[in-house]
């Protein structure tokens, strides 16, 4: 199948879950178990393999041009399937072009520091893809439902007011603004797992003795937050959604379809950046041919 049939395929798929403008965004309109237009994983997976081998491609564009950015976040409840996502879907980049940063519990150094600084010194370089896993939206979840998160964030007082999200969304809004002006390509996920998903997985990984190590006492904790993760994960996507940065709320309880999604919107958002392979000039195709003659006519 050809590139472009491809891209239009992946476009199909991911479109229908992207929120560019967050005014009327409600979570309950989007389903954690849809699978769009597709009931089979076999071809979901076929999909996914094509739109891999494009992403590759793309990718060794974006590489070359040493022009663009591009960075992807990654948001989500525990057992959503981030860590799986990023695997397979970025499994033909190469990893020359791209790094993957997980965000865990600030240390003492980041505390000591506004709440961008941890993220901003892992943004990625021009050519490269930047993946965060977990990312400064954790500044307006965890740290929004658990608010004695914030008294450890040394922040002055008087500056710890009602307002202090609204403001928080504001920077957001601002910085994403600044990044995406200065060519960092910008496109971030919220996959949206359903709880009673999120507890077969948990389950899953107490009987499989190769997935305890990703299960822990917190988890299951965090489940008690569940009504108050879910409207701070709606009120974030209505405030921070915009069509430099837009959101997809990509359906999780079927990873094969979670995928290929993601998938398809990062290949639709490399294929609006027109990437190509540098030009070579008259000097540098003199250089070649010089280098050609030597390699030809030279000793053995």
Request: charged letters at 35%.
């Amino acid at each position: 199948m050809k590139h472009g049939n491809i891209a239009k395929e992946a476009r199909e798929h991911a479109r229908p879950y992207c929120v560019s403008d967050g005014g009327k965004f409600r979570l309950k309109d989007f389903d954690p178990n849809d699978t769009g237009t597709l009931k089979s994983k076999e071809h979901a997976e076929g999909m996914l393999a094509r739109g891999v081998e494009l992403l590759s491609h793309l990718q060794e564009k974006l590489y070359a041009q040493d022009r663009w950015a591009v960075l992807l976040i990654f948001q989500a409840m525990d057992a959503a399937g981030k860590d799986g996502v990023i695997k397979h879907v970025m499994s033909g980049v190469n990893p020359q072009g791209c790094e993957v940063t997980s965000f865990k519990a600030p240390s003492e150094e980041e505390l000591d520091h506004d709440h961008l600084w941890r993220t901003n010194k892992h943004l990625p370089e021009r050519g490269r893809i930047g993946i965060f896993n977990r990312s400064y939206y954790e500044e307006v979840l965890v740290v929004r439902v658990h608010s004695e998160l914030l008294k450890r964030q040394k922040i002055p007082e008087q500056l710890v007011t009602k307002e202090i999200w609204e403001q928080r969304f504001e920077d957001i809004n601002c910085y994403e603004r600044y990044l995406t002006r200065n060519g960092i390509l910008i496109r971030k996920f919220f996959l949206h797992v359903s709880k009673k998903e999120q507890k077969k997985r948990f389950l899953e990984r107490l009987e499989d003795s190769k997935k305890n190590w990703k299960f822990s006492m917190a988890d299951v904790k965090e489940r008690g937050f569940w009504k108050d993760y879910q409207k701070s994960y709606e009120e974030m996507i209505q405030h921070t959604a915009t069509k430099h940065a837009p959101w997809y709320v990509v359906p999780a309880d079927n990873k094969w379809f979670t995928r290929l999604v993601v998938a398809g919107a990062i290949i639709d958002a490399l294929r609006e950046l027109d990437l190509s392979f540098p030009d070579v000039g008259k000097e540098k195709r003199k250089e070649l041919s010089a280098v050609r003659e030597v390699l030809l006519h030279g000793e053995e």
